[in-house]
């Protein structure tokens, strides 16, 4: 897998960085394109000189040297990266990277990245311990990264614990199996909706349905995790947005849609599992409307069908949709996947058991419009997510080899 890839290994300090000299003489010897890029601690401990011998490659020290004056070396070498590895990941550096901190070239070359990150931690056993790593290592896992558990043993700081880099010829497998399994969606752009939507009477009234949004942040959580650019576009929701997802909270269809069709030519995938209102009242009340009658007749009106809508417009985008039916599930989820010209669509039934809204789990079966179907046996929806997610970057694979 190593053969004529490009790996960026970042070193930050950590008398580990000598164990990455010996990783940078592996990969180049299994046929890589290694980039070495130092922070200023990393080179106390070993030189760049050393690294730039076993890489053949010019070692990257300083965000503002450009050894090419054609390119911007760290958006260049971020841009050529198939895999960054950050090999030892000093507490400093990973603090940065969770905070989006970009004050030296690796930091820096590394937020610009769309390449899958992992990421080697080193340190004291106290430090690797302490809570502030401990959740900053959390933030860069939500982010997608790798994080690559330090072995445990005599430190040299004469501690013994966890904290110690995983070794070269380690580093070196996990290297070439991340390169074999690239999650097709990592730096892709994918809006997820998420949640009910809620159609106004009068100020204090609305209609609305049971969704809790679980489904579709499980999704944009997923997503996330492997890489992706998300989008969440939600309506209310007793939910907290997942680490690291940007959070476009809605109310009504109306605005839904326009969240939606605004941001849609951006997008590489869209998965609407929100559910939708299809009727609105057709008039909305400015004064809330008092006690009168016997009875309230409202007239609705429907809504814009946002799916059907950029369905009709979509090029490169692909579309997911969901479809929660109480019956004829196949024949009514084949219909809307044709109708409203999808890709994918996930069909539940609504009335069953451990399925459909406001429950942890969910039943579905996915049917793709190159007519592949599968039906799954009743799962947590963070595992619903993750099937759902395997589905579409199948089905991505397949169509680039179309
Ligand atoms: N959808 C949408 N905008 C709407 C209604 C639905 O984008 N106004 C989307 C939903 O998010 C879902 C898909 O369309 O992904 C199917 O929703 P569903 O309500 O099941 O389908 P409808 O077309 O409304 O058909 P029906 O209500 O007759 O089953």
Redesign the pocket.
């Known amino acids: 897998m190593l053969k004529k890839k490009t790996i960026v290994l970042g070193v930050s300090g950590g008398i580990a960085a000598f164990k990455s000299a010996a990783l940078v003489s592996k990969l180049t010897q299994a046929g890589a394109n290694v980039f070495v890029v130092m922070t200023e601690s990393a080179q106390k401990f070993v030189t760049p000189l050393t690294f730039q011998a076993l890489s053949r490659n010019y070692v990257y020290t300083d965000t503002f040297e450009e050894p090419d004056a054609e390119k911007i070396a760290h958006i260049d070498i971020a841009d050529q990266a198939d895999l960054i590895l950050i090999a030892p990941a000093s507490a400093n550096t990973i603090a940065k990277l969770a905070h989006g901190i970009a004050d030296n070239m690796l930091t820096t070359l590394t937020l610009a990245a769309k390449a899958p990150v992992a990421l080697a931690p080193a340190m004291n056993v106290n430090m690797y311990d302490h809570p502030a790593v401990q959740n900053n290592m959390n933030t860069l896992r939500s982010y997608g990264y790798k994080l690559i558990e330090p072995g445990a043993g005599y430190l040299a700081c004469g501690w013994i614990g966890k904290g110690r880099m995983a070794e070269p010829e380690d580093l070196l497998d996990l290297i070439d199996s991340l390169l074999a399994n690239p999650t097709t969606l990592a730096g892709k752009k994918i809006l997820v909706?998420a949640g009910p939507t809620r159609e106004a009477l009068d100020p204090v009234r609305y209609f609305s349905n049971y969704s809790s949004g679980k489904m579709g942040y499980a999704i944009a959580k997923e997503a996330r995790k492997r890489g992706a650019y998300v989008t969440l576009v939600s309506g209310p929701t007793a939910l907290n947005a997942p680490a690291g997802v940007e959070l476009v909270d809605v109310q009504s269809?109306e605005e839904m849609?326009r969240a939606v069709t605004d941001r849609f030519n951006d997008m590489d995938v869209v998965v609407?599992?929100?559910?939708?209102?299809?009727y609105q009242p057709e008039k909305v009340l400015s004064q809330k409307r008092k006690k009168q009658g016997n009875e309230w007749s409202v007239s609705l009106v429907k809504?814009?069908?946002?799916?059907?809508e950029i369905g009709k417009k979509k090029d490169k985008q692909i579309l997911v949709?969901?479809?929660?039916?109480s019956e004829h599930l196949d024949r009514?989820a084949k219909d809307?996947l044709e109708r409203?010209n999808l890709d994918l669509i996930v069909a539940n039934n609504i009335t069953a058991k451990g399925a459909g809204f406001d429950v942890d789990t969910n039943i579905v079966s996915i049917f793709t419009n190159d007519n592949h179907s599968i039906d799954y046996p009743e799962q947590s929806k963070a595992e619903t997510a993750s099937v759902i997610l395997d589905e579409l970057e199948d089905y991505m694979k397949r169509r680039e080899l179309m």
């Not at 609407?272 to 299809?278: I, T």
């Not at 809504?303 to 059907?308: A, C, E, G, P, S």
């Not at 949709?321 to 039916?325: I, K, L, R, S, V």
């Open positions: 909706t269809a849609y609407k599992s929100a559910a939708v209102a299809d809504t814009k069908d946002t799916l059907f949709g969901f479809a929660a039916e009514y809307k409203k």
